[in-house]
């Protein structure tokens, strides 16, 4: 079984940064890919933004230019760096790592943009 733990989220204001965090129980070179995903309330599960081993990172439209994803590989660690953050970016944000036909998701950390 891997353990995805999701940390960094909280409240912050428009235009806010925000940093989240997500750590591995193992590897993370071992998966194929590793991504960010939100929900809001009332709303699907979506990408945000998503990096793989061999093909590079995705971002959602709405993430683009302001969203960065990256990772730490020694800390098996991923993170997404939120820049200029919006009322609609609040959401669920969750962690994902794809190994073949498996997904592993973390528990969701609440990310609220609100003034």
């Known amino acids: 079984q891997v353990q995805l733990v999701e940390s960094g989220g909280g409240l912050v204001q428009p235009g806010g940064s925000l940093r989240l965090s997500c750590a591995a129980s193992?590897?993370?070179?071992?998966?194929?890919?590793m991504g960010w995903y939100r929900q809001a309330p009332g709303k699907q599960r979506d990408l945000v933004a998503r990096l793989t081993n061999f093909a590079g990172i995705e971002y959602a439209d709405s993430a683009k230019g302001r969203f960065t994803i990256s990772r730490d590989n020694a800390k098996n660690t991923v993170f997404l760096q939120m820049n200029s953050l919006k009322p609609e970016d609040t959401a669920l944000y969750y962690c994902?790592?794809?190994?073949?036909?498996?997904?592993?998701w973390g528990q969701g950390i609440q990310v609220t943009v609100s003034s």
């Open positions: 193992r590897n993370i070179l071992s998966f194929y890919a």
């Open positions: 994902r790592a794809d190994q073949g036909a498996l997904n592993y």
